[in-house]
Nanobody, 129 residues
Framework: EVQLVQSGGGLVQAGGSLRLSCAAS????????IGWFRQAPGKEREGVSC????????YYADSVKGRFTISTDNARKTIYLQMNSLRPEDTAVYYC??????????????????????WGQGTQVTVSS
């Protein structure tokens, strides 16, 4: 059974940094695409980033390029999202995701929530101005 258990998040001032973690079990990173979505109040869920570990192909939303970095630690079976230069508009609940059939194209214009079958429980990130 695939399980994704998130930790991290919290309150940070604009310009600060946070790292989200997602402990994964029940699958191998080499066989799955993994990623992060977020949902702000009153807004649709937005794909932030994804990674296909099989070849390292990585997608980032334009809104986070150059500020956020997705990574994995195979030994710890953990997915990370390092978030730097945070802005108030980054405030949202963040979800880690995984799927065995999806491939993350670096040139994609977006990633879609229904394409990911497994989701973490979500964690709140609040950026104050």
């Amino acid at each position: 059974e695939v399980q994704l258990v998130q930790s991290g998040g919290g309150l940070v001032q604009a310009g600060g940094s946070l790292r989200l973690s997602c402990a994964a079990s029940g699958f191998s990173f080499d066989d799955y695409a993994i990623g992060w979505f977020r949902q702000a109040p009153g807004k649709e869920r937005e794909g932030v980033s994804c990674l296909s570990s099989s070849d390292g192909s990585t997608y980032y939303a334009d809104s986070v390029k150059g500020r956020f970095t997705i990574s994995t630690d195979n030994a710890r079976k953990t997915i990370y999202l390092q978030m730097n230069s945070l802005r108030p508009e980054d405030t949202a609940v963040y979800y880690c995701v995984a799927d065995p059939f999806y491939y993350c194209y670096s040139g994609a214009t977006y990633i879609d929530a229904p394409d990911f079958g497994s989701w973490g429980q979500g964690t709140q990130v609040t950026v104050s101005s």
